[in-house]
């Protein structure tokens, strides 16, 4: 129903654009002054070209002060074919566009890579040092321009005489062009992509979005645009020069017209680890003296005891049946893996294997490395040294958009959500990892909505979520994605019982279908009795690992949360 509600939502759009449109095409029956007109031409390429700023700035939130360039790279282009050498205007403007698009992408490669103000800074000296090159560029005409002869009218040169209207409807017809692009784009995987990447990159990579890629993407098809309506611009007054199509006041024009339409900058989620229990208090929840025993029933909500159980049946008779199999082999390894930062060892030889359909709990004090060897195998940051393997491939060199396309996918410990996107679109970011259909990403996305409980509020903004419900969303990110592995970064700090006890239940179920998990998690309580291993970290090496019965009555363990003064104590 929701789908077929934004279906028609757009349709009703695109009708009336269509009517507007027409009700634009009529006013030149109206309007008889030639002045009124030309003032109509250029209001409307106005329009066109804001909408191609808005595909960089707007969508994929990349500010562009520079787009005079772009501008002026159309229009020099268009008048220097036709009076150099006769190539027609209407090749002029296409080959101006991707000329256009070529520099954008040139600007682009080196500050894509980087974070930061580079982009925006680049922009600026590169079309500056563009408009000094013209100035001097006596085959353009230097400082004087570009002037080209109108003799009679003529489709074929684009030069009419006698009438503005032709200049009035290709202009309008630019416009409506412009405007199509970007209502198509705003529904379709790279439109989405590009405003996940607007509002966190680093959570966009985590689904599968290739950010390099998409800037690259939004910069050409910007640029591409905006020549174009430099060389309508250049044939429509029939004469250039540097200052009229290149300076930087243009560029701001074009900032400021679009301005007010952008897109939201993402709301920060700030803060630190922030857990809600000490290191000692979270063992010490865990255990009794010297860890004998934990309170597993805790986890199970009033009333839910059957299904409890049945999930535990469900489990251990798939577990059964994988060993008498042999099919619980390592779906993921970890071998010898360093990580240095400086001269900081944050991990050191690490070796951990992940067995397929198994929940496998990382562990640790504050500074342990959990983090740190986390982020390597999501593909965030390259070990120092070391190998990892996902499904007897070595994905050591690969980043986070290529291993979510293998099949791993995360959540983060602070969350990052796409806040100026509905919950079902936060989804549906995950969701084109799989499919470049939009109807098809929405209808998984409100499948995986309604398998982690937040069917009720698909279309809400994210930014209105609650806490809790915002780690579910994340959780339902992920799952669209189809992951085999699915990365859990302290998806339980800050919930009360009654909501950890709810993401005890969605986490066994997510198993029960299929997916392997590794959770990082400081609610001891609640990790312990979940996960059927657990590896611990201290000082970012592995001192224990197995089952959590043998792991809670570890000397090592014990001495790495609680310290050695109270083993001592206790001994």
Known sequence: MAGASHDSARRANLVTAVCVAAAVACLPLVVKDVYIQNMLVLTLMYAALSQSWNILSGYCGQISLGHALYFGIGAYAT??????????????????????????????????????????????????????????????????????????????????????????????????????????????????????????????????????????????????????????????????????????????????????????????????????????????????????????????????GHRARAAGGHRRRAHRAQAGAGVMSALLEVRDLTQRFGGLVANADVSIDVRAGEILGLIGPNGAGKSTLFNAIAGVRKPTQGRISFEGRDVTDLGAPERCALGIARTFQVVKSFETMSVVENVMVGAFQRTSSSREAREKARKVLDFTGLAARENAMAQELTPPEKRRLEVARALATEPKLLLLDEAMTGLTPAEARQGVELVRTIRERGVTIVMVEHVMEIVMPLVDRAVVLDLGRVIAEGKPADIVRDERVITAYLGERHRARDA
């Not at 590169?126 to 570009?146: F, H």
């Not at 439109?191 to 990159?201: F, I, L, Q, S």
């Not at 645009?225 to 024009?253: C, H, K, N, R």
Request: charged content about 15%; proline content about 4%.
């Open 79 to 304: 008048l220097l074919l036709f009076t150099k050498f006769g190539v027609l205007p209407w090749f002029g403007m296409i080959a101006g566009g991707f000329v256009a698009a070529l520099v954008a992408a040139a600007v682009g490669y080196p500050c894509f890579r980087l974070k930061g103000h580079y982009f925006v800074i680049a922009t600026i000296v590169i079309a500056e040092a563009g408009l000094l090159l013209v100035l001097n560029w006596d085959y353009a005409g230097a400082a004087m321009g570009i002037e080209i002869p109108v003799r009679g009218d003529s489709w074929a040169k684009f030069q009419f005489a006698r009438s503005k209207l032709p200049y009035f409807y290709f202009a309008l017809a630019l416009a409506f062009v412009a405007w199509l692009v970007t209502w198509r784009i705003e529904d379709s995987r790279w439109g989405y992509w590009w405003r996940a990447v607007k509002d966190n990159a680093e959570a966009a990579e985590s689904l599968g979005v290739v950010v390099f890629r998409s800037k690259m993407a939004a910069a050409a098809v910007s640029a591409f645009l905006t020549a174009v309506g430099g060389g309508f611009y250049g044939q429509f007054v029939s004469y250039i020069d540097p200052e009229s199509v290149m300076s930087f006041q243009f560029s701001l024009l074009m900032a400021l017209a679009r301005g007010a339409r952008r897109h939201r900058h993402p709301v920060g989620a700030g803060g630190g680890r922030g857990h809600s229990h000490s290191d000692h208090g979270s063992y010490a929840l865990l255990c009794r003296r010297h860890g004998q025993g934990f309170r597993s029933h805790r986890l199970r909500p009033p009333g839910d």
